[in-house]
């Protein structure tokens, strides 16, 4: 099992920056991508960006974030960010670490289960 703490959240102008961090603990050699998630109030949870650890460290964004957010990692603290630059009040939410510990199988192809979830952390972008 793999243990998720987000920390690095809080208020921010427009434009601003911030850095997200989550610490993983446990068993985090067996997962096979890292992803991060953000809720926003009254809507649903939605996909931010993700790092594959089985298809060479290949990263994925969402249409929204491309170009000013950026999901990296450091193996020696098992730990992974998301360096969140031109800020948006639309970025506004709670956002969540995710670890995928298996794959869901569609016609479509393969795409990671994400198993694992951390507590989440706030997200405030002021106009």
């Known amino acids: 099992q793999v243990q998720l703490v987000e920390s690095g959240g809080g208020l921010v102008q427009a434009g601003g920056s911030l850095r997200l961090s989550c610490a993983a603990s446990?068993?985090?050699?067996?997962?096979?991508?890292m992803g991060w998630f953000r809720q926003a109030p009254g809507k649903e949870r939605e996909f931010v960006a993700s790092e594959s650890r089985w298809s060479g460290g290949n990263t994925d964004y969402a249409d929204s974030v491309k170009g000013r957010f950026t999901i990296s990692r450091d193996n020696a603290k098992d730990t992974v960010y998301l360096q969140m630059n031109s800020l948006k009040p639309e970025d506004t939410a709670v956002y969540y670490c995710?670890?995928?510990?298996?794959?869901?199988?569609?016609?479509?192809?393969?795409?990671?289960?994400?198993?694992?979830w951390g507590q989440g952390t706030q997200v405030t972008v002021s106009s």
């Open positions: 446990g068993r985090t050699s067996s997962t096979f991508a």
């Open positions: 995710a670890a995928a510990l298996s794959l869901r199988v569609e016609r479509s192809g393969r795409y990671p289960q994400y198993d694992c």
